[in-house]
């Protein structure tokens, strides 16, 4: 069985009417150009990544003091997805009643935010007003609360945190794909 | 797979085609390494990768324009003892990368080489000055 043929054509170009090479160096020089452009976006993402424009630098980390100075809240400003990051709330000793503070945040610190594990262990969280109370045992000293999150999804996701019978904190945190 | 996915992959590689022969490697990982530790997922991957090669591979095959997009084309670095000085400084090429594939074809000095063109897999051909008429 015979198979399909059809005639050689001398179609590649040629240098100096001899070597069939097939250069297109009108392409080539469009293509350089293309590449510096590329280049200069590549080593402004790699200068945006080391300032942390992508989370975990300098332009992520953020410190916000509550209103009325009970709590100062440490935490990423920019986040990446499914990457663990830690969310600090300092509380100061006006926050403690009996014993015990208790920190109310909003819902989105769970679900999109991706909230793992509270240190140190609440005593008990309870859902309240579309968010979570959680209740610690505390001294008299100033305490912290640490939120383990790792961001289940990508976006803006805002978050409140608020120490009942004050000002609630707002934050905004910008998860990275 | 590889056999599936065509003969071109091998000495005739062009950067595209090396990153497709890791990518299929490394997909094959992902039923090994990720979160969904499935066989249907590292099979699905990979065969999607090997639909996206044959759709590639036969746009090329039609069209010049893409071929050149994808591939690139040669580019001469040195013709007939003249160095292509814009080429070779855009390419990022020495004259030692030109005169290690001359060594290659059992050249002893660049004042030997006709043709020195960089090729779409990223080789360097010599063509013997007394080739070159």
């Not at chain 1, 300098?58 to 499914?82: C, L, M, Q």
């Not at chain 2, 065509?6 to 990153?19: A, H, I, L, S």
């Not at chain 2, 990768?49 to 039609?62: D, E, G, P, T, Y």
């Amino acid at each position: 069985m015979s198979t399909a043929t059809s005639p050689v054509r001398d179609s590649v170009s040629k240098v100096n009417d001899e070597l069939a090479v097939g250069a297109d160096l009108n392409f080539q020089r469009r293509w350089w150009v293309f590449e510096r452009c590329v280049w200069v976006l590549f080593f402004l993402i790699v200068i945006a990544d080391l300032l942390g424009c992508f989370g975990r630098g300098y332009f992520s980390h953020a410190e916000i003091k509550g209103p009325d100075g009970v709590t100062d809240i440490k935490y990423e400003r920019i986040e990446r997805f499914s990457t663990p990051s830690i969310l600090t709330v300092n509380v100061g000793p006006s926050a403690v009643h009996q014993g015990q503070i208790k920190l109310w945040a909003s819902g989105s610190l769970v679900k999109p935010l991706g909230n793992q594990r509270v240190i140190p262990e609440p005593l008990s969280s309870v859902l309240e007003n579309g968010g979570i109370l959680y209740t610690f045992s505390a001294s008299a000293r100033p305490s912290s609360v640490e939120f383990a999150l790792e961001p289940a999804t990508f976006g803006v996701f805002p978050l409140t945190l608020q120490v009942p019978g004050t000002e609630p904190v707002n934050l905004q945190i910008y998860v990275m794909p | 797979m590889v056999r599936i996915v065509g003969r071109r992959p091998g000495k005739q590689m062009t950067p595209f085609e090396f990153v497709l022969i890791f990518f299929i490697g490394g997909l094959t990982l992902t039923s090994m390494v990720n979160n969904d530790r499935s066989f249907s997922n590292a099979l699905v991957q990979i065969v999607t990768v090997a639909c996206l090669h044959f759709l590639i591979a036969a746009v090329k095959v039609r069209s010049v324009w893409f071929t050149l997009l994808i591939d690139g084309t040669p580019v001469v670095l040195l013709e007939k003892k003249q160095w292509m000085s814009e080429n070779m400084l855009e390419m990022r090429i020495a004259d030692d990368d030109v005169m290690a594939a001359a060594r290659d074809k059992g050249l002893l000095s660049l004042d030997q080489i006709g043709y020195a063109v960089l090729e779409r897999n990223g080789e360097i051909s010599v063509i013997p000055l007394e080739e070159a008429s």
